[in-house]
């Protein structure tokens, strides 16, 4: 059974803490994607991976960074959390080739920032 | 740029009703189509798909055919049951070969009563 497993479901930070989110699949996936997810707006693109070491901003890069020393991991980074980054994180993953593959997404860490 | 937008809820249905949601998309190119559903506590998974013009998608009793003259997506179900209570999400891929990028529509909130 493929999976996508996410480091925390719920995690509680203090404003200006640093934030680590991990996410790990097994399925041997080239691409990996964070998404933010909030009502009423769906799911943003925060950033990207489509390879070991690389790494794209989606459409709401700001405030955040990501690490991809593995294939397997890919990790993102609130550098600096604020309340305004309370939210659910969601991270994705998805073979190369045609672009019409499936995302398999993992469980979610709904993240609060105090 | 690309997007998608699909009806607001929440809707609340009774067990064995119709259920529509509506969803058109806006993009360059010929993109493929998607429903994924969020349960309760969960991920996102992929419902169904479509990746060209009159295709028809279908899934668990849901069906959703590309209409390209209408640039449209809409999700149905004959008759739904308490179980197909969660979020709904229309998304696309803008460029099959060489993207691997989603667009989200706002998500629909669909509750079904016993």
């Known amino acids: 059974d493929v999976k996508v497993t996410q480091s925390s479901r719920y995690l509680v930070k203090r404003t200006g803490e640093k934030v680590f989110l991990e996410c790990v699949q097994d399925?041997?996936?080239?691409?990996m994607f964070w998404y933010r997810q909030d009502p009423g707006l769906g799911l943003r693109l925060i950033y990207f991976?489509?390879?070991?070491?690389?790494?794209e901003k989606g459409d709401i890069p700001e405030g955040y960074s990501v690490s991809r020393e593995k294939k397997e991991r890919f990790s993102l980074i609130l550098e600096s959390a604020s309340t305004n980054q309370t939210s659910m994180y969601l991270c994705?993953?998805?073979?190369?080739?045609?672009?019409?593959?499936?995302?398999?997404f993992g469980p979610g860490t709904r993240l609060t920032v105090l | 740029g690309d997007s998608v937008t699909q009806m607001e809820g929440p809707v609340t249905l009774s067990e064995e009703a119709f259920l529509t949601i509506n969803c058109t998309y806006t993009?360059?190119?010929?993109?493929?189509l998607f429903w994924y559903v969020q349960y309760p506590g969960e991920g996102l998974q992929l419902l169904l798909k479509?990746?060209?013009?009159?295709d028809k998608g279908s899934n668990k009793g849901f069906e959703a055919t590309y209409r390209k003259e209408t640039t449209s997506f809409h999700l149905e179900k004959g008759s739904v049951q308490v179980s197909d209570s969660a979020v709904y999400f229309c998304?696309?891929?803008?460029?099959?070969?060489?993207?691997?990028?989603?667009?989200f529509g706002a998500g629909t909130t669909v509750t079904v009563r016993a």
């Open positions: 994705a993953s998805t073979s190369a080739g045609a672009g019409g593959n499936e995302q398999f």
């Open positions: 399925m041997d996936h080239e691409n």
């Open positions: 991976s489509y390879d070991v070491k690389m790494k």
């Open positions: 993009a360059t190119g010929y993109p493929s």
């Open positions: 479509a990746t060209k013009a009159d």
């Open positions: 998304a696309l891929i803008a460029s099959v070969s060489n993207d691997y990028k989603l667009s």
